[in-house]
């Protein structure tokens, strides 16, 4: 609050502190040195992670790793596709992900996304013959159609990664995304519900597969032993996959293990703000911001909206300078240069194919960060920013 009563424009960058057991779990590992998840014999910090992660999810194995890329690549390698193996994956979505394909010795194969966000599933299911893997990325949590995507993916028998690195806490018709694909990949980097500024975790009810991420994910020697699961597959294993070493160490499982009690709590507040703000904007002749879809709960802490009607590339980026003129910073995702989720920017590809109906989509949906933490008298501030911006620049 400015000395006038007046709300300032909120810092949509500033994080959450870490709760106080953190700390306290940090300071006893400074002075016992024991940083390294499989030096103790048993119950280091990043195995009780993986327990209570599990337990979260509802499934057999969870695997913490240093980034959901991380995660994403482990899955590829644990699913053994062969070398050159199509992926598909929504040409929505961060640069790292088509990465963790290349990385993997795949070849992403980029599928186009709706104005809602979400896979265009015409799209998918035109390119799906002769896939390895399907990679779903729920970007900004927004959830594709996973019923019909189950059922197009299993009719062919291609598995499917879902990358829920931004979805911790969302449900699709009841189940918790991210353990309805053979794998979900989520991030605990500092933008998303858990930050812990890196990490990354992998579940999967697939012992096979855990097995096997678990040993390159850098497993090495008998140091499986210290996960649950088929001990006879790790033993088959053991040495006959590659090690990776993308294992989480023990100050990170620290900095996670108690914000996974609050996230139920972040999760509630994180839709509230949304809704609050997106029913402020819902009526103005020159944004839309796109319905979830029935069978979705959110989990946002961040909102999405499209500049509809007719625009211009200019008008589009006057208002994104007249948002931040006002206090608020609004990302057009096609007109901000080099933004790492335009898929026009992921010159590693090689020659990128043009995907008119994601193209034309990134062009008009901007990007707002809502961290969970906004007060009432900052998200209002958000909205009134928001629609001042818009009539700076649509004037009749
Ligand atoms: C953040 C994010 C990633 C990357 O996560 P890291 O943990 O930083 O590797 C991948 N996909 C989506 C949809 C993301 O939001």
């Not at 904007?281 to 839309?288: F, K, P």
Request: aromatic share 6%; hydrophobic share 45%; with cysteine.
């Amino acid at each position: 609050m400015a000395p006038d009563g007046q709300t300032l424009p909120p810092d949509l960058h500033q994080a959450e502190p870490i709760p106080e057991a953190a700390r306290l779990a940090i300071e006893r590992m400074l002075i016992s040195g024991d940083l390294f998840r499989y030096t103790a014999p048993k119950d280091a910090p990043v195995s009780l992670l993986e327990a209570e992660f599990a337990e979260l999810l509802g499934v057999r194995f969870a695997l913490a790793v240093s980034s959901c890329s991380a995660a994403l690549f482990l899955s590829l390698k644990a699913l053994d596709l062969p070398r050159g193996a199509k992926v598909l994956l929504p040409a929505f979505t961060f640069a790292a992900v088509p990465s963790s394909v290349v990385h993997a010795d795949c070849e992403p194969v980029l599928v186009e996304c709706g104005s809602d966000y979400r896979v265009d599933m015409a799209d998918l299911a035109a390119k799906l013959p002769g896939a390895g893997a399907v990679i779903i990325s729920h970007m900004r949590g927004h959830t594709s159609d996973m019923d019909e995507i189950m059922r197009l993916c299993d009719a062919s028998g291609i598995p499917v990664i879902e990358d829920a690195a931004h979805s911790l806490g969302t449900l699709w018709d009841g189940r918790k995304i991210g353990t309805i694909g053979k794998v979900g990949c989520f991030s605990f980097q500092s933008y998303k519900m858990v930050n812990a500024g890196e990490g990354g975790i992998l579940v999967t009810d697939d012992p096979e597969i855990a097995a096997r991420a678990v040993i390159m994910s850098g497993a090495y020697e008998e140091n499986w032993k210290k996960h649950p699961g088929l001990q006879n597959s790790y033993g088959h294993w053991q040495n006959r996959l590659p090690l990776y070493n993308l294992r989480m160490q023990n100050l990170s499982a620290a900095v996670i293990r108690p914000q996974l009690p609050l996230v139920a709590e972040r999760v509630a507040r994180g839709l509230a703000n949304h809704d609050h703000v997106a029913a402020q904007l819902a009526g103005n002749r020159w944004l839309e911001v796109p319905e979830p879809l029935p069978q979705e709960v959110r989990a946002p802490d961040s909102l999405q909206f499209n500049l509809t009607g007719d625009w211009t590339d200019d008008e589009a980026r006057a208002f994104q300078r007249a948002a931040k003129a006002r206090g608020v910073a609004v990302q057009v995702f096609g007109l901000s240069e080099g933004n790492a989720r335009a898929y026009w920017n992921w010159q590693f590809l090689g020659e990128v194919p043009e995907l008119p109906l994601t193209r034309a989509m990134l062009m008009r949906a901007c990007d707002l960060r809502l961290p969970v933490r906004l007060t009432r008298p900052e998200l209002d501030f958000i909205a009134a920013a928001v629609l001042g911006a818009i009539a700076d620049v649509k004037t009749v």
